[in-house]
């Protein structure tokens, strides 16, 4: 297992907030992440994980509030903003792949389109991650032909085939029952091992508790809680993150 | 599953499927001959039915006629496949700038919107005047004398146009915002997230609408006889009038009717083939 470089940040997040018309959906979060290191969102809906996590991937525009990825402020004005999305992969709970491509040719679209790699190379890359999945013989196939698991791997592997500073999985188990998540969160774990920095909103908190170094609690908005996985979970500080813990767990 | 392997339950079930399935083909089939016999005999009951007859089915007309009609048809092709193309380049385009979100391109948005309110209104027969007499009243240098299928043809496109326009703009919409979230958020622009993303899905899902306005284009075609095109239309009235009989007419419409019926067929296996897919979930 590769270690946590503390030294310095891959991702610094300062005072986030983002307002849908009136409503206040993040009131003012930070976040600081660490090469290798995984961090879970966790709360209930609505408490604002996945919009935060959109807009660590600059697809939500900001309310207020400025991000550094590796030092380099991403939410300066003129920024080239496609440039930073392929370098923080984000993944949707319902998959997103496309639906007329096979599921090779989504993984090497923004292979090709984005990073300019030529056909040949893009294939080997994309044959490579799906190999790794196990998928490498469905290659041809279409999303509609998978099982929710396969498409849900296949939409981790085509972010991080990009390779990205900053994973960014947003509910990627939510739609999916036990044995196909267990497929997913397995993906999860080998990420992990290899040194992936991940920053991912969850509902599994086993699971959070497993692979998480560390564990924010977003509660309407705002952090109410956060700490190392293991004392989070077994010993909360907050009256907020106890009940919400009776309440799942 | 072999025969005996079925249960006694099974069995009754199945020969009152095929006894209930016999009854309804029996049922339909004498029905459509009772309507037709009732209709035939309500037309050929007509106090002026032998006179129709005679000035809208004259077999001897019909084969002088023949030649000339289908000389016609043959203009109404061609134009017919210019007009198609021109109206899916021209269509696509317009689609394509009504969904701009740029700002500074706001003019060009706003003056798509304006082209496909202005000739979905306009009667396709006032377009064609306007173009047919309009473009070559303003008399510009070297462009000499149009000839009216080509005048035709360009009016044809600017109506149509407008519609399929509107065909491939609800193409674009129904295509989940998600897909072209999930394109941008891999870092694809906003340009390739709509040509590689999008529109891909997009086309796919309007085929059969898009055939629809084929078929409606098909007919339309013979509309370019009003300004002269001597197509298949125009034919038939010279015959008409060279005859003194209206079964040229009868004709040029059997022709219209052949050429549309594969394309309306095609359409409908196209639909139905889709409707199969979706309900299969494969189309998202």
Redesign the interface.
Known sequence: MTEIDWSKPRLLAKNIRKNFDDRQVLKGVDLEVYPGQIVALIGSSGSGKSTMLRCLNLVEELSDGQIWLDGDEISRPGINEDEVRANVGLVFQSYNLFAHLSILENVKLALKVVQKKSDREATEIALGWLDRIGLADKANQFPDKLSGGQQQRTAIVRAVALNPKLLLLDEVTSALDPELSGEVLELIRDLKNAGTTIVMATHELGFAREVADWVIFLDQGVIAEEGEAEEFFSRPKTARAKEFLARVI | MSQSDKSEAQLARETWRVSRKRRSTITAILSTLGFAVVAWLLLVNTPGWSRVQTSFFDWDTAVKAFPRVLDGLWLNLRVLVFASISVLVFALLLALLTTLRNPILTPLRLLAKGYIDLFRGLPLIITLYLVGFGIPGLRIEGLGRIAPEILGTIALTLTYSAYVAEVFRAGIESIHP??R?????????YG?SVR??VL??AI?KVVPPLMNDFVALQKDVGLISVLGAVDAVRGAQIEVAHFANFTPYIIAGLFFVLLAIPTVRLTDWLAARMAKREQ?????
Do not use: N
């Open positions: 998600s897909q979230l999930a394109a941008r958020s891999l870092g694809l622009s390739q590689l993303v891909p899905q796919r299969m979930g494969t189309v998202l």
